[in-house]
């Protein structure tokens, strides 16, 4: 069975994970089947080895990470890896893979466009 | 006359850049009387103040600020008030503007979920 994490930094303030939790809720409706989870790198819960693993609980044997970041940085080239790599020890059982990351997308980059214009 | 600056958090690796400068890119397209920067809080040139300064020069008075930001955490919540209260002593004849984080748009958080639906 297929999963979806939205990985995403993680700030202090507890209203930064609504954007997050706006895209897990479309992301759901498209694909009722697939669980779809937010996991953070820091700072706002839950950790991404905690979504991992709730996904692994529900029997997930494909793992796909999107990263809600707008380029690869060090938390996309290093960190993620890095926390991946603990993940393929931990849940043998379970492929991963990694998107690319949102701001790399075509219609991600033409709805950012839009908006500075727009408003 | 009017001016954008996308303003984004920058990181350590030189690729770090494109998203911004292709957005730039399509804003520039749909408005190509409005000069439009990019300007970054850290690590990535430009920063910020270089931006706004570059805006100045060419004779802007409206800068309109577009937070390249999931969502609203210290980064744009205090890091971004500071820098631009700074700069409106410097540029007491800019009137500055932010707009919504990209990540609290609509059309960006519907291109984000295709995007984890898609890969």
Redesign the interface.
Same mark, same amino acid.
């Given at each position: 069975m297929k999963g &979806?994490i939205?990985f @995403?930094?993680g /700030? #202090?303030?507890a209203?930064? &994970?609504?954007?997050?939790k #706006? &895209?897990q809720a479309? !992301?759901a409706a *498209?694909?009722p089947d697939v669980p +779809?989870e937010i996991g953070f790198l820091e700072l706002t819960q839950p950790p991404l080895e905690a979504s991992i693993e709730c996904l692994a609980q529900r029997g997930v044997t494909q793992v *796909?990470v +999107?990263p809600?970041f707008? $380029?690869?940085? #060090?938390h996309v080239?290093k960190d993620l890896p890095e926390l991946l790599s603990n993940a393929m020890d931990r849940f043998p059982g379970i492929d991963f893979e990694v /998107?690319?990351?949102? @701001?790399? +997308?075509d219609? !991600?980059?033409? $709805?950012? /466009? @839009?908006? $500075?214009?727009a408003?």
């Open positions: &979806i939205l @995403g930094h /700030a #202090r303030n209203e930064y &994970i609504q954007p997050f #706006r &895209i479309l !992301v *498209k694909q +779809v *796909k +999107v809600i707008f $380029a690869p940085g #060090r080239l /998107a690319a990351c949102v @701001g790399e +997308v219609a !991600v980059i033409e $709805a950012m /466009a @839009g908006h $500075a214009v408003t």
